[in-house]
């Protein structure tokens, strides 16, 4: 972990972007529970097989080369395009105890590292950004970029009883596989998905203004893991909107790999002036070879 005073990409979706996808993805889901149906996913054979290379050597993953090999299509409709997502909600309700958070988060991980290479935050940089949450004690949360939910659990499992906690998510299709995740953990009541981006035209502000009560100076935490190239515009619209006050934290994922270079050089040139941050080292979710940061920034009031 170190302080900057120390130291010596897909879009944010336009309004006609987002209605294409909303026509192309899953149908919106009903207004009940969404619980996913179980899957037959075998521990062991030949699949198992394909994921030899573990934590010390992703390369040797074959979940991990598919993936890249889908990065344009991942940056553009954050699923990788073989149905891992999917598979994923099947394997939380076969294997993990309904209603049990922390059995929910284990039943991820364990997917993550011997079934099916996913983007979630991953159980270390997890780790920090739950210590960020404990440390803030939020009331009123914000996530933007939802996938499957994953850092929703988190967060949840981090933050006092009474906080409340809106996720924002892009892809109508990974908003239902998190619904049902949350469900089956039993964290419904505590967290509230939107389907939409902070720059699809004031859309999703305006649903966060009227009916999740974000308003002046009431937003204590935020979370920002989505499209890299739009952490900046998107912590902007958010000061614009005067949802921050002095002592609200904001922590980004990913900041090194992919990398967020231009969010990390205007949170650096702010230091001590409105923002102080802290960088904490990691790796990439899943995996041991390729490092990636995590920047906690405490905002500091004033011109932003």
């Not at 011997?114 to 780790?127: F, H, L, P, T």
């Not at 239902?176 to 964290?187: F, L, P, Q, T």
């Not at 050089?265 to 001590?272: G, M, S, V």
Request: glycine residues 8%; contains cysteine; proline residues 5%.
């Amino acid at each position: 972990m170190k302080t900057f005073a120390r130291e010596t990409s897909a879009t944010n979706g336009t309004p006609t972007q987002h209605d294409e996808l909303l026509r192309s993805a899953t149908e919106a889901p009903p207004s009940g529970p969404v619980r996913p149906q179980p899957t037959s996913v075998p521990r062991r054979g030949p699949r198992a097989l394909l994921e030899i290379g573990g934590k010390r050597m992703p390369f040797m993953r074959w979940s991990f080369v598919r993936l890249l090999l889908s990065m344009r299509r991942l940056m553009r409709v954050w699923q990788v395009g073989d149905g891992r997502e999917e598979r994923l909600a099947g394997y939380v309700v076969e294997n993990a105890r309904q209603g049990d958070l922390d059995d929910v988060i284990r039943t991820i991980d364990e997917y993550c590292y011997e079934r099916s290479y996913m983007i979630n935050v991953g159980d270390e940089k997890g780790a920090i950004l739950d210590e960020a949450v404990r440390r803030a004690r939020p009331s009123q949360l914000l996530e933007l970029g939802t996938y499957c939910g994953y850092s929703a659990l988190r967060i949840c499992r981090a933050m006092p009883d009474t906080a409340r906690l809106v996720s924002i998510e892009f892809n109508p299709a990974n908003a239902v596989i998190a619904r049902g995740i949350w469900e089956h953990a039993g964290i419904s009541d505590r967290v509230a998905l939107v389907v939409g981006t902070l720059g699809d035209g004031d859309r999703t502000i305006a649903t966060l203004e009227t009916e999740h009560e974000f308003s002046a100076e009431s937003l204590d935490f935020v979370f920002i893991d989505h499209d890299k190239s739009v952490y900046v515009s998107d912590l902007e619209l958010i000061l614009g909107r005067g949802w921050l006050h002095r002592g609200s934290v904001v922590v980004a994922d990913n900041v090194k790999f992919p990398g967020a270079p231009e969010y990390r050089a205007y949170l650096k040139e702010r230091q001590d002036e409105s923002w102080r941050t802290v960088e904490h080292e990691a790796h990439l979710e899943y995996q041991s070879l390729l490092k990636d940061l995590m920047l906690e920034s405490h905002y500091l009031g004033g011109q932003a």
